[in-house]
Nanobody, 126 residues
Framework: VQLQASGGGLVQAGGSLRLSCAGSGRALSDYLMGWFRQAPGKEREFVAAIREDGNTLTYRNSVKGRFTISRDNAKNKVFLQMNSLKPEDTAIYYC????????????????????WGQGTQVTVSS
């Protein structure tokens, strides 16, 4: 499966962005989908994940209440709505596809993901 992330940009603190991840080659409905991010000099970290049917969502604590992950399986897309952005949200954001995620914490472990998009830069100015 090929993933294409888009929607990043430069925004002031308190602003909003909506990231999109478009899939091709296979149906994204077969995959748990996640968003991760990597800031300069830091390791990639989990941001949010959504199960195949869209009924279970998970978030890292620092984005709860501000970010919302969603998916449209008919359009083969996944989204990340980011509100109340903070400078510490600045990073390259990656979408990933995880097939057969069933173990504890498999949605938050990037080693469990099978496919990745190319990343989209999000920069939040103070």
């Amino acid at each position: 499966v090929q993933l294409q992330a888009s929607g990043g940009g430069l925004v002031q603190a308190g602003g909003s962005l909506r990231l999109s991840c478009a899939g091709s080659g296979r149906a994204l409905s077969d995959y748990l989908m996640g968003w991760f991010r990597q800031a300069p000099g830091k390791e990639r970290e989990f941001v949010a994940a959504i199960r195949e049917d869209g009924n279970t969502l998970t978030y890292r604590n620092s984005v709860k209440g501000r970010f919302t992950i969603s998916r449209d399986n008919a359009k083969n897309k996944v989204f990340l709505q980011m509100n109340s952005l903070k400078p510490e949200d600045t990073a390259i954001y990656y979408c990933g596809a995880n097939y057969g995620c069933s173990g504890q914490g498999c949605d938050e472990d990037d080693d469990d993901y099978d496919w990745w998009g190319q990343g989209t830069q999000v920069t939040v100015s103070s």
